[in-house]
């Protein structure tokens, strides 16, 4: 049964660091798109960073130059390094795998990142 287990969140200052890191049991792991969303109090939940089969990574503006998203294929996990953390980042984190048959996508549960003095 395909799983996906984050872990790695929890509370730090602003201006502090994490990493989170999601964990697969997937098939063809190294051939998925892999995303970090984000659900921050009160609003949706939405795309942070994607990577893909190839490493090709994309970001929104928000965190552009302060994340970075990475993979170990050896492992079955993406990575979501976090740094100068703010305020605003405050939120949920979900890893989410795009499956290879169209419209199949598997999520985990999410874990918390608090970012506050």
């Known amino acids: 049964q395909e799983q996906l287990v984050e872990s790695g969140g929890g509370s730090v200052q602003p201006g502090g660091s994490l990493r989170l890191s999601c964990e697969a049991s997937?098939?063809?792991?190294?051939?998925?798109?892999m995303d970090w969303y984000r659900q921050e109090p009160g609003n949706q939940r939405h795309l942070v960073a994607s990577i893909d089969r190839y490493g090709s990574t994309h970001y929104v503006d928000s965190v552009r130059g302060r994340f970075t998203i990475s993979r170990d294929n050896t492992k079955n996990t993406v990575y979501l390094q976090m740094n100068s953390l703010k305020s605003d980042d405050t939120a949920v984190y979900y890893c989410?795998?795009?499956?290879?048959?169209?419209?199949?996508?598997?999520w985990g549960k999410g874990t918390l990142v608090t970012v506050s003095s």
């Open positions: 997937i098939s063809d792991f190294r051939l998925l798109v």
């Open positions: 989410k795998a795009n499956g290879l048959s169209v419209g199949t996508m598997y």
